[in-house]
């Protein structure tokens, strides 16, 4: 009888919760914030919660309702991030996968569930073809926009020369390490650069001396990194060891983690890395996240990272999820909105320079928008170098070459359409 | 023809006319094998006192780093932090032999392996709880480690060696030779020995289980804690080190799970080896990332020809 009792409790706690879950904009998160990669993921995670706990504190959650922010820890594994997704897509407006891995596994879930992603600056690049990718949008730079960037900054705007150099690709042995690859091979053959590709396994990210030796072997002109988690500050120590020359050592934007550097301080200097979003310590934002969610203790950040390149990178992601959700109650004139309503809100993005300045947020991401045709945004990215105690900005605004990008990206799309199939594709303005 | 050459010709010309190139690999192996020799001991000295392959021997290297940066990181000094980390892996041995080890004498080898699973999730999730995700600095310079480099000029070239792998090779060495006086020369050694032979006999002359469990879980901790430095102070200390314990796995296979020689010779073989291989065929023929799987190969290969691996003792059971 007491059994009965218990489980009857036990069931009427689900149902409340349940209920508790569903009140509000529930928008899950696919967290890391353990194994191998937490290094990466907590920073982030803690710049999304805390600008959704700053929106929830400040103003009510979005148009007068607050979201649920609730994060599921994958450990950044892909079959644990498809159980966090199947957890969570019941009463979710979204989904965030939070690994290229995961994203593939879910994509095409994500169809049949009617539920959007949103995969800011990772996932797979052809995502941009909206018509092929209806659910899902990765703004505000693919991968691919970033290696053309890396390749750009390199040539010095000229693309031609690139011919005749070497470059290393030092890459995760992982479906998000070799996203690039198709691009950078279009571009090899087409401008007479030598693309040497080097994996670093799961299992060797801390010991990667066999490929800093390959570099030493190689001496390529360039090294490019696509790593993720404790993959780079391995690499970037290994770098330092084997004196390649730091200046001409660059990472993509999840290789530009600031204690990666500050473990080889002045020795890292010149080491640069992409990044679609700026630190921007003195901004109103970072004002109302002190103010709302640090000084009241509803965060799990420590004052060390708040200035950091990727604490506030994962503001931006959540202010990108936020202006969806507002484009969206806009939309349907309600502020109770659903996953479909989402995905418009996705679609129709607009931050321009003055609603970043509306926001707090100027100069912390460039200016971009989005469309049925573009769910990527392409909006370009900065190059931060490493001074021997932070990033600076080192360049102007680069962008990638779209009239290069887009072809490969429709080519792309549509072999996974057809190795999909059926796969359903629609017209953009159609 | 292209082919055999290839494999046959043009690795060993490329060492020949890069000998300093190759003398450089020689010693990345060189420290990778001593880290994973340093490793499969661990597993080796609680397999030959009890019988239990101790899964959780990787992540006692992540807990055993993180506890010494931990200690460090609230103002205790490093060498004490050193001692307190080693006062925190006996509490650990103690525990470990009194809430899972003791309940469970006399149950099948299985039983005992799935423990040490339950052992490493517990430690990996009170790990985080503790010291959190993020990456952290070995306190390197703080424990008195050198962190600069010999350079060299063999044949005209350039030979690399950081002065902290040096130091790493060197303790290992020292940890080995103490190790083998302490099993060889020692009351507690031999009565560990004569546990690993027989369990029975052991008991019958009076040597005490509890004891001897907890005594080598406490050595597999101050080598997990050795272990700890050394990978740290090369790449930094996070979970992604407990990865790299797993390239003892084809050590022990290779080297036989009851032999610290093996261990530490199988540790070695793989090291150079593998390192050799990558650099010589698998980046120019297999497109690189050799190192993932040939360790494991390697084993499977000498398993073929001697299943108690090179210097494992044979096992005759009569039916």
């Not at chain 2, 006192?49 to 899964?55: A, E, K, L, M």
Request: hydrophobic share 50%.
């Amino acid at each position: 009888m007491k059994l009965w009792k218990q489980l009857a409790a036990a069931t009427a706690l689900t149902v409340i919760a349940g209920g508790a879950m569903a009140e509000g904009l529930y928008a899950p998160n696919m967290a890391y914030r353990t194994g191998p990669f937490a290094a990466l993921g907590i920073p982030l995670m803690n710049g999304q919660a805390d600008y959704m706990t700053m929106l929830n504190e400040r103003d009510g959650g979005v148009g007068g309702v607050k979201v649920d922010f609730e994060e599921c820890e994958t450990g950044y594994s892909t079959e644990k991030g498809v159980e966090c997704y199947e957890k969570t897509k019941g009463n979710a407006i979204v989904t965030q996968p939070w690994s290229t891995g995961i994203t593939l596994q879910v994509l095409p879930k994500t169809n049949v569930d009617e539920i959007p992603i949103l995969a800011p600056g990772y996932g797979f690049s052809p995502m941009s073809e909206g018509g092929t990718f209806q659910w899902a949008y990765n703004p505000p730079a693919s991968y691919w926009d970033g290696a053309y960037m890396i390749l750009s900054h390199i040539a010095g705007g000229d693309m031609a020369s690139l011919k005749g150099k070497k470059i290393a690709f030092l890459h995760l042995d992982h479906p998000f390490g070799k996203e690039p690859l198709p691009l950078l091979e279009q571009l090899a053959a087409e401008h007479g650069f030598e693309l040497v590709a080097i994996p670093v396994g799961l299992k060797e990210m801390q010991n990667q001396s066999a490929q800093w030796l390959q570099i030493r072997r190689e001496r390529p002109d360039n090294v490019i990194m696509w790593g993720w988690g404790a993959m780079n500050s391995a690499a970037i120590q290994e770098a330092v060891k084997t004196k390649y020359p730091m200046e001409q050592f660059y990472g993509v934007w999840w290789a530009g983690h600031d204690p990666d550097l500050a473990a080889v301080g002045d020795k890292g200097k010149g080491y640069k890395s992409i990044s679609w979003s700026m630190p921007q310590p003195d901004s109103a934002l970072m004002a109302d996240i002190k103010k709302y969610v640090i000084d009241t203790g509803k965060t799990q950040t420590t004052e060390d990272q708040l200035n950091s390149v990727f604490y506030q990178r994962g503001l931006v992601m959540s202010m990108m999820l936020a202006e969806a959700i507002k484009v969206a109650q806009e939309h349907t004139g309600s502020a109770e909105i659903g996953p479909k309503d989402l995905r418009w809100g996705l679609e129709n993005l607009n931050i321009t320079d003055e609603k970043l300045a509306e926001l707090g947020m100027a100069g912390m991401v460039p200016a971009f928008s989005t469309a049925c045709n573009n769910h990527t945004g392409h909006s370009g990215a900065w190059i931060l170098e490493w001074d021997g105690a932070k990033f600076n900005q080192a360049s102007d605004l680069l962008q990638a070459d779209q009239s290069v990008i887009e072809p490969l990206a429709k080519a792309k799309a549509a072999e996974y359409a057809d190795a999909n199939a059926p796969w359903p594709v629609t017209t953009c303005g159609g | 023809m292209d082919f055999l050459n290839s494999i046959l010709v043009k690795p060993f010309a490329d060492m020949f006319e890069a000998p300093d190139f190759l003398m450089q690999v020689l010693w990345e192996g060189l420290v990778s094998g001593i880290l994973y020799a340093l490793i499969a001991l661990g597993f080796v000295l609680i397999f030959r006192s009890s019988r239990i392959f101790n899964f959780a021997q990787g992540i006692m290297v992540v807990f055993a780093a993180l506890t010494l940066v931990g200690f460090h990181q609230m103002g205790v000094p490093a060498w004490i932090s050193v001692v307190l980390s080693l006062g925190v892996m006996f509490v650990l041995a103690v525990s470990i032999e009194r809430i899972v080890l003791r309940p469970l004498v006399g149950q099948p080898d299985i039983i005992l392996f799935m423990a040490t699973i339950g052992i490493t999730l517990f430690l990996i999730g009170f790990g985080e709880l503790i010291f959190g995700g993020e990456n952290k600095m070995m306190i390197t310079e703080e424990l008195g480690i050198p962190t600069g480099e010999f350079i060299f000029e063999p044949f005209g070239g350039f030979l690399l060696l950081e002065q902290k792998d040096v130091t790493a090779v060197a303790v290992a060495a020292i940890l080995v030779v103490a190790l083998l006086m302490f099993l060889n020369k020692t009351r507690m050694g031999r009565a560990i020995r004569a546990l690993g032979d027989d369990h029975q006999a052991a008991l019958s002359v009076g040597i005490s289980l509890q004891t001897i469990w907890v005594l080598v879980w406490f050595i597999a901790g101050i080598i997990a804690l050795v272990t700890g430095i050394a990978w740290g102070a090369r790449a930094g200390v996070s979970f992604a080190l407990e990865v790299i314990a797993y390239k003892a796995l084809p050590v022990l296979m290779l080297g036989g799970l009851e032999s610290i020689t093996g261990a530490i010779i199988g540790g070695l073989m793989i090291g150079l080896l593998e390192k050799l291989f990558e650099i010589y065929w698998g980046q120019p023929l297999l497109g690189g990332n050799t190192e993932t799987w040939f360790a494991f190969v390697l084993a499977l290969f000498v398993l073929l020809f001697r299943p108690q691996g090179l210097f494992g003792e044979r096992i005759i059971e009569r039916v």
